[in-house]
């Protein structure tokens, strides 16, 4: 069972199963935009790729527990779960939208949201995580669609990428077991299905700017998208 | 259920068109299941995939939630990056919430531990205009008050705690075998049927399912704990015409286990649950601990 500690100050971070500040060796750091490998992870299916997570559900039933709270409008469990999960959203609106003013307003959109939502989360619905997440990246999207164009976008996406790709591997929520268990299904990928989701999930690209990005055709794509994330869910044990 | 070769066995394997209209005509709506999670469609298409799903049969229906929510917990699973938020963000987000919830929250302070076992909070009878933070956010707010709340519930229930309306949506007919003239499987299997899930403040949750061409619900608790000693759980009509509640019977501690059927729901607004004492009240004494709008 993990213990989480919940430190208010603004450097506050959460400690899920290790160490914060505990660093995991960087697959990406010299690889390209597109880098999602570990060198020593062998691409066969791997049997413990496929058993669920621990740590998420030690999270999620935490962020779950907190949701109930805000829908009653506890400020002292909104502020938890801010620290708990503000990272997240706001890393993945970096992604997005690079620019980090528009990215603070987007995670600030995305808190309120959750502020005012909380009592429509349904637990049978999903993951309180994958609820956020869901959230953060329409929010995302839709801002970074009316703001830049997407030519903008993909050039933007390309610059940044090496800057900021670490995320397959996650400190804050999640565990080194999960992030392993993730790089190992992205392996199982093929180049071209990683490559298409994440322009559409991190470029915030529509699956037909993905096609003109990569030059390929556009149902091509969409089944790049459908199948990459079908095998993902698959070898993570989504169900 | 979402296997590759369960989908494909009808069709070509990855035979999608170059647009959304022609994917969605030819049969291929669950297909966009992942390309829909992923947010990779545009406005226009997103709302043509939304309307087709809309009168779509339920089970296309189903199958095709059911893959979103798998793609969106395989992101939010995969997809982790992190950075750390500007100093100060929580503190300016803290200042902006709107002010309706801490007025309606007294006892709830920053910096308090909450207490362990929750009070149950008022809902305010109507939501001061005005305070929101940005427009789009303060419409859709509203708007959704005035979906969830008609008139006549605003008065009596003011003691829901976490009452959270769940996404109605289609359940699988065949889920449930039984005789067919029992008024609690005739719900259960209508075609119509809709079943959404609300919390119980104090535990568990209620699940209700809504038949509109049966006229009637049928409430099942799950993991709600036994009413104290002397008290019982009521179930109430809320009337849509704002007229006072009507009773609709118990659920003792025994009772509680099994599903209860409430007929005449059509004009009814919403269905309430409060903790009565032994032998029930002729209106509610107590704020609900349960609230599942009926929105027929």
């Known amino acids: 069972m993990n213990t989480v500690q919940v430190d208010r100050r603004p450097a506050g971070r959460i400690a899920v199963g290790h160490a914060p ?82 990215s603070e307003d987007t995670t600030q959109e995305v808190f309120l949201q959750v502020w005012q939502n909380a009592s429509k989360f349904n637990p049978d619905a999903g993951s309180p995580l994958a609820w956020l ?10 801002k970074v669609r009316s703001s830049q164009s997407s030519t903008d976008r993909e050039a933007k996406y390309g610059a940044s990428s090496q800057d900021i790709d670490h995320d397959s591997v996650s ?57 990459g994330l079908i095998r993902l869910k698959t070898c993570l044990g989504v169900s | 259920m979402t296997d590759m070769n369960a989908q494909n066995n009808s069709r070509v394997p990855g035979g999608f068109a170059t647009d959304i209209a022609t994917d969605l005509a030819s049969g291929r709506a669950a297909d966009l299941a992942e390309v829909y999670a992923l947010n990779a469609v545009d406005d226009a298409e997103r709302a043509a995939i939304e309307a087709y799903l809309a009168s779509a049969p339920a089970a296309e229906h189903a199958a095709f939630d059911d893959r979103v929510r798998q793609a969106r917990e395989t992101l939010a699973t995969s997809f982790t990056a992190e950075e750390e938020p500007p100093a100060g963000l929580l503190d300016r987000i803290m200042a902006s919430l709107p002010a309706r919830d801490l007025a309606a929250a007294p006892g709830v302070h920053p910096g ?23 427009d789009d956010l303060g419409a859709a707010r509203k708007r959704r008050d005035e979906r969830r709340r008609p008139q006549g519930m605003r008065n009596w229930l003011v003691g829901v705690a976490a009452a959270a309306i769940i996404a109605l949506g289609g359940v699988g007919v065949g ?43 049928v409430v099942k608790m799950n993991d709600v704990p036994a009413p104290p000693p002397g008290k019982v759980y009521q179930m109430w009509l809320i009337p849509k015409d704002g007229s006072a509640p009507v009773s609709q019977g118990l659920m003792d501690a ?32 107590t704020p609900a601990v349960a609230e599942a709008p009926l929105g027929a």
């Open chain 2, 175 to 217: 889920a449930y075998v039984a005789n067919q003239n029992d008024p609690l499987n005739q719900v259960l299997q209508a075609g119509d049927v809709k079943q959404a899930t609300v919390n119980v403040a104090g535990g568990g949750t209620a699940t209700v399912s809504l038949s509109t061409s049966r006229d009637a619900i």
């Open chain 2, 254 to 285: 025994e009772a509680l286990s099994k599903p209860a059927v409430v007929k005449g729901v059509s004009t009814a607004a919403a269905l309430g649950i409060t903790v009565e004492p032994t032998g029930g009240s002729a209106s509610p004494t």
């Open chain 1, 21 to 102: 500040g505990a660093s995991f060796p960087d697959p990406c750091s010299t690889a390209g935009t597109l880098c999602l490998k570990v060198m020593e992870t062998p691409n066969a299916p791997n049997p413990e790729a496929a058993a669920p997570p621990g740590a998420p559900a030690d999270v999620n039933r935490r962020l779950g527990g907190l949701l109930e709270q805000i829908a009653r409008g506890d400020q002292t469990a909104f502020a938890e779960f801010y620290e708990l999960t503000s990272r997240r959203v706001f890393g993945m609106a970096r992604r997005v939208l690079i620019d980090v003013e528009l």
């Open chain 2, 112 to 134: 308090q531990e909450p207490a362990a076992v929750p009070p149950v909070v008022a809902r305010p009878v109507r939501e001061p205009s005005g305070l929101s933070v940005t």
């Open chain 1, 171 to 227: 400190d804050e929520v999640g565990s080194r077991l999960e992030a392993e268990a993730v790089v190992r299904c992205l392996e199982t990928l093929t180049d071209t299905q990683q490559e298409s989701v994440r322009l559409a999930y991190y470029g915030g690209l529509t699956y037909r700017e993905v096609a003109e990005k990569l030059n390929a055709a556009v149902p091509t794509i969409k089944s790049r998208i459908r199948d």
């Open chain 1, 133 to 142: 997440m869901t959230i953060s990246h329409r929010r995302a999207v839709d």
